[in-house]
């Protein structure tokens, strides 16, 4: 990603990101274009949105997908996951950002996914309300759980097929099979 313009106040990104048309996240100053999502993106992150809002339409806690920023503010950081979910009362002081997620779930593409594993995963790990953070594979049936430990470490769990995801942040479990129902993981012959 390259950034828009050398630097920015956060308080301004927010003003100019309400009359955009695409999505820019946010980094110390730095505003950086957001990418397209593929089919297999789109199509896995409606199914665990309608999953996730199912679950979650009773109770405290809600789910909010693509469109809501997060913001890190320790970092001065505002991101876009493709979900969060929020149970904390705080944030349902804020319609613009979140800031208080305890799952947190990025699906992978090839433009992002090492950021979704690198620096994104670092500055997650700075909320200390975040108790799960998964990545969804969208070439292959494979899910990635990283929930935090009560010593403060990061215990993975990789899970594939038939295998069960249990979310502990929120009490779910959902078949891997479910994310990806109608999901089309064939070899994209286009791009060959």
Request: hydrophobic share 35%; charged share 25%.
């Amino acid at each position: 990603m390259i950034a828009l313009q050398n630097y920015f106040p956060s308080d301004e990104y927010l003003q100019w990101e309400e009359r955009q048309k695409e999505k820019h996240e946010y980094v110390d100053g730095q505003i950086y274009a957001m990418a397209g999502a593929s089919e297999n993106h789109v199509d896995i992150t409606t199914n665990l949105t309608v999953i996730l809002a199912s679950h979650l339409r009773v109770g405290n806690c809600k789910v909010f997908p693509t469109d809501m920023r997060l913001h890190i503010a320790s970092k001065s950081i505002y991101y876009y996951p493709d979900l969060l979910v929020t149970c904390d009362p705080r944030d349902r002081q804020n319609k613009q950002y979140k800031s208080y997620p305890c799952l947190i779930i990025e699906v992978l593409s090839e433009s992002t996914e090492a950021k979704d594993r690198g620096v994104k995963f670092a500055h997650y790990q700075t909320l200390e309300s975040l108790q799960e953070y998964v990545l969804v594979s969208q070439w292959e049936k494979r899910v990635e759980v990283f929930r935090r430990t009560d010593r403060q470490f990061w215990l993975l769990q990789t899970l594939t097929d038939d295998d069960i995801i249990e979310l502990q942040s929120i009490n779910l479990s959902i078949p891997v099979t479910a994310i990806y129902e109608g999901v089309d993981l064939s070899p994209d012959l286009t791009s060959v």
